[in-house]
């Protein structure tokens, strides 16, 4: 894949015979001639072997569409360039693909993928035909298995490949070498590269009926050059940008096309194309088509575990509710209150009401854009927004019209959200010095923003103010004001608004707008100067002091919302009597007059009286996928199920589908033989953190013992303890610890002490099992699951390991055998139980070419999930690496010897580990969640993101395996 190999590319030298192939009024792609110094050792069936390996290994980045009505115009134009490239074995495939980015790539077999948000980027068919024509040349090239070939002879030291294994086989050992060996890259490699595929695709683009001046126009506005191209002045000064250079060397290249191939002869309609290209941005359906052979039974789990609600809202007129979870946004009447419908958008941030009432609108992750009317309740908008730039913050006008980006650059961009056009941008708003972008990387969240500014909408959309306000985060607190990072905007005027200076010290500390033009919130400097403010004078109106984080003025009422009170995430201030009048022990909060909206234990949403605090009505909201889930378990017979997310955990009966205890989230979970379920109830203003114990046979459910030790965590059917042996400081802990070192356990309240000690107990009775001091290096852990063993892990470089090592002449002999040992992993196991050690190996790593996400012990299988999205099966006995297979959830049936592993989102492969074949797939419709083996090993237990579970024949794959065999 070229994105993959951006990083360490290789000089090559090809010729295109630009115009020797192209006759007087005729349109013929350029003649390919390859330079006999191009070593490529894939033929056409090797290179279709490596494209394979390739797409397994990175197609967990990415969603696949599969859908022909969204495939088909990316096929279609494809091929019809196909036609015009030198002929090949190369099998074509083009996709459509789910990526926050506009962008189209290529791996090697011809496998060209085309991002939904480039389908929404481009203008015409000709403008996407011209990109995807870039990619074939590089296909037809064969950039990817020259590149490869490179690679394999350089880092592996080989000169030839056989058979499909052969290459899937070199091709992890590449992963796992990459980085032993520099190889030697030509600086123009990568752009040469590039102008090779633009010259083809313009010939092709033309040759198959396509404008080639919109291949041009495309790449212009892609890397808004804005039309500059460079000339030999500035090419001598290097002050050409390579985007220039690329778009004055396509403008050359059509400018040799004879008359006849500027000729556009072949194309659907302008309204065919923007109705399909409509149908992609606003393709909702990523479910894969289900297919799962030997299936014995699939239930839902009923009910279905209810994801936490983060975010709720009332409509300006009041009548609407939204209620929004990890995987979509509800929408509920107000009177009477009940349900309406349901948007699915796992990507989704916060959402909100148009000013008008009559539409929600939100953005994702991805810079996506959706506004859905609620009477049709179907969507009226859906726009892809791309920018230049990544962001590290944004925030979406309440009527859906501009989106704002805060760049990596330090840039404010203000978007407008139907044109993709850059309507206002201030350079260099805020930039970060380098302490302060370490730790933004490091606190970025899953979407990889950060609170940088308080970003606020006045409540009819006109105006948007941001000011930089100091942020803590766990590990230190680090705050910075700059006056210049702060700006009001007239967002329909599209002009800046001129803030009054104190105005200035509100908007650099929590606010919001009470009303239109006016802003409520704290004095930075002075708190006795904090209060209601006029907007943008800056005119006081009003003084009182308020502490929190964020505040919210609801659209009705003298009200405000204060985010987190002293006792509780949320409380509701009175801002008249000047008094908290409620407080809620969730975040997700809304109010519409005397009314609140809030969650219930239960799970439903309940409208209250703000007065007295009584329940008005309640309103039960439609199942959706799970959200995060803090612990699963299941029985080895497969008959039990237990599971919790932050706030809510249930067991569900697998035999009849009931579900016998719903309860209060919890940390940690174990089956004991006899059926019986151990669980970690965290601490609450009632209670102390306990692990209780449920009886699914006799419905009976209890508390077992408390635990108020630090740094204690269940794992499965232990309760481990990490002690520190002196006090430390902060500056004195592992600073050689970094976030690729194995981490089975969550880090969040789980501290790692150099000098320390492990103490081991029973779940059950909170004995001590077992306890030893770590004087050099405490060990990174993992529990196995259905075993007593326990995995602990240091990096080779450590006192601890080298100790080890020293004692050991199998480990010495086994160590010197080892290229690096500084990125190396030592890994000892012991019996959980007491302690005893079991077996000790060393997981070599090339230098670090991978590093261990997750391991476990299964029989003599050491099995390892790595970062290069694999699963790497070692012998225990040996210490040899047996076989890779590209992955994530994984499960081992030792009784068969087999195992299960999800190779790509929502699809599973079974392999025989007596031979690593691959003897069965199944294809679910949303991603896995859980994979595990009966105890007897007949059985597969799979349960999905959308709370289905499957039970499933493991030995007819075997079966159906000899037969296709024989």
């Not at 919109?214 to 030999?232: E, H, I, P, V």
């Not at 990596?408 to 972008?437: C, H, M, Q, S, W």
């Not at 990125?823 to 050690?837: C, R």
């Not at 929502?906 to 074949?917: H, K, R």
Request: charged share 25%; proline share 3%.
């Amino acid at each position: 894949m070229k994105c993959f190999l951006n990083s360490f590319t290789l000089v090559f030298c090809a010729v295109i015979a630009l115009s020797a192939g192209v006759k007087a009024q005729e349109c013929e792609p350029p003649s390919v001639i390859f330079n006999k110094s191009a070593f490529n050792m894939f033929n056409f069936e090797q290179e279709n072997h490596l494209g394979d390996a390739m797409a397994e290994r990175f197609q967990r980045d990415f969603r696949i569409i599969r859908d022909d009505e969204v495939n088909s115009q990316v096929r279609r134009i494809g091929m019809a360039i196909v036609k015009h490239l030198p002929k090949s074995d190369i099998n074509y495939e083009f996709f459509v693909v789910d990526l926050p980015e506009v962008n189209a790539f290529t791996m090697a077999g011809g496998k060209i993928y085309v991002t939904r948000k480039l389908i929404a980027f481009v203008r015409s068919e000709a403008e996407l035909a011209g990109i995807i024509a870039h990619e074939l040349g590089h296909s037809v090239v064969r950039h990817s298995a020259i590149d490869s070939s490179k690679l394999f002879k350089e880092v592996l030291g080989v000169q030839s490949v056989t058979t499909r294994k052969d290459i899937f086989d070199k091709y992890n050992e590449l992963i796992e070498k990459r980085r032993t060996k520099t190889v030697k890259i030509g600086n123009s490699h990568e752009g040469e590269q590039q102008l090779e595929a633009d010259r083809i695709a313009v010939f092709a683009m033309a040759a198959a009926g396509y404008d080639a001046n919109q291949f041009s126009t495309a790449w212009d506005r892609l890397a808004q050059t804005k039309g500059k191209t460079g000339n030999w002045f500035t090419d001598l000064f290097g002050s050409t940008k390579p985007g220039e250079k690329r778009l004055r060397e396509i403008i050359k290249a059509i400018k040799t096309l004879p008359a006849k191939c500027t000729e556009e002869r072949s194309s659907i309609s302008k309204n065919e194309f923007e109705a399909w290209q409509s149908t992609v941005v606003s393709f909702a359906n990523l479910r894969g088509t289900e297919s799962v052979p030997a299936l014995i039974e699939k239930r839902p789990l009923t009910p279905a575990l209810r994801s936490d609600i983060s975010h709720l809202k009332f409509s300006r007129d009041g009548r609407f509710v939204l209620a929004q979870d990890e995987s979509g946004i509800t929408i509920l009447q107000k009177q009477p209150f009940k349900f309406l419908f349901r948007i699915e958008a796992p990507e989704a941030r916060p959402a909100s009401f148009s000013p008008d009432s009559k539409s929600v609108v939100f953005n994702t992750t991805t810079m996506r854009v959706e506004r859905w009317d609620i009477d049709s309740k179907k969507p009226v908008l859906m726009r892809e927004v791309f920018s230049l730039d990544s962001c590290w913050q944004t925030a979406l006008s309440i009527d859906g019209n501009s989106l704002i980006c805060y760049s990596r650059r330090g840039n404010l961009d203000i978007i407008d959200v139907a044109t993709n056009d850059v309507i206002f941008t201030k350079k260099k708003f805020y930039v970060p010095d380098y302490f302060e972008y370490f730790l933004w990387t490091f606190a970025a969240g899953e979407d990889g923003e950060i609170d940088a500014f308080q970003m606020e909408f006045s409540p009819n959309g006109k105006y948007f103010v941001a000011g930089r306000v100091g942020r803590s985060f766990n590990f230190t607190t680090y705050s910075s004001f700059s006056q210049s990072a702060i700006i009001g905007f007239d967002l329909i005027n599209k002009t800046e608004v001129k803030l009054d200076s104190d105005l200035k010290n509100i908007v650099s500390s929590p606010f919001t707008f009470y009303t239109d033009d006016k802003i409520i919130g704290q004095h930075r400097k002075d708190d006795d100067k904090s209060g209601i403010f006029e907007f943008p004078s800056g005119k006081r109106l009003d003084q009182f002091l308020l502490r929190g984080e964020t505040f919210v003025k609801p659209h009705d009422g003298e009200y405000l919302l204060v985010r987190p009170v002293s006792n509780a995430p949320v409380g509701v201030f009175d801002l008249k009597e000047k008094k908290f009048k409620i407080a809620n022990k969730k975040s997700a909060l809304a109010v519409f007059g005397d009314t609140f909206v809030a969650e219930r234990k239960t799970g439903e949403v309940g409208l209250y009286n703000i007065k007295n605090g009584q329940l008005i009505d309640a309103a039960l909201l439609p199942d959706s996928r799970f959200g995060n889930l803090r612990t699963i378990s299941i029985s080895p017979d497969l008959n039990w199920l237990v599971l919790s997310d932050r706030s809510r955990g249930a067991l569900w009966n697998l035999a009849t589908g009931e579900q016998t205890f719903y309860l209060r989230g919890f940390r940690g979970s174990y089956f004991d033989p006899d059926g019986r379920v151990y669980v970690d109830f965290p601490a609450t203003k009632e209670a102390k953190r306990q692990i209780g114990l449920m009886d699914p046979s006799s419905r009976q459910i209890g508390a077992l013992h408390t635990i108020d030790m630090p740094n204690t965590r269940q794992f499965g059917k232990y309760v481990i303890t990490r002690k520190s042996n002196k006090t430390e400081k902060a500056d004195d802990k592992d600073k050689s610890e970094s976030k690729d070192v194995p981490l089975v356990e969550n880090p969040d309240d789980f501290a790692v002490y150099r000098n320390g000690t492990l103490e081991i107990r029973d779940v059950s009775n909170n004995s001590l099992l077992w306890s030893r001091a770590y004087p050099d290096e405490m060990p990174r852990f993992g529990i196995s699951p259905n075993t007593q063993k326990m995995t602990l892990v240091w990096r080779m470089s450590s006192k601890t390991a080298k100790n080890e090592i020293a004692k050991s002449e199998a480990l010495k002999s086994l160590s010197q055998k080892m290229d690096d040992t500084d990125d190396d992993y030592f890994v000892q196991i012991v019996d959980a139980d007491s302690g005893n050690l079991v077996a000790q190996t060393m997981i070599e790593t090339g230098e670090g070419s991978f590093a261990i996400d997750d391991l476990f012990v299964a029989g003599d299988w050491l099995t390892v999930k790595d970062t290069r999205n694999r699963v790497l099966f070692y012998a225990l006995s040996t210490g040899e690496l047996m076989h890779r297979f590209f992955g994530d959830h994984v499960a081992v049936n030792l009784k068969e010897n087999l195992t299960a592993i999800e190779n790509i989102a929502g699809q599973v492969s079974v392999y025989d580990l007596s031979d690593g074949s691959k003897i069965g797939e199944m294809t679910f419709q949303t991603p896995v969640s859980f994979l595990r083996f009966s105890s007897d090993g007949k059985r597969l237990f799979v349960l999905t993101a959308e709370q289905d579970v499957f039970l499933i024949d493991a030995l007819k794959f075997r079966a159906a395996n000899r037969i296709a065999a024989n």
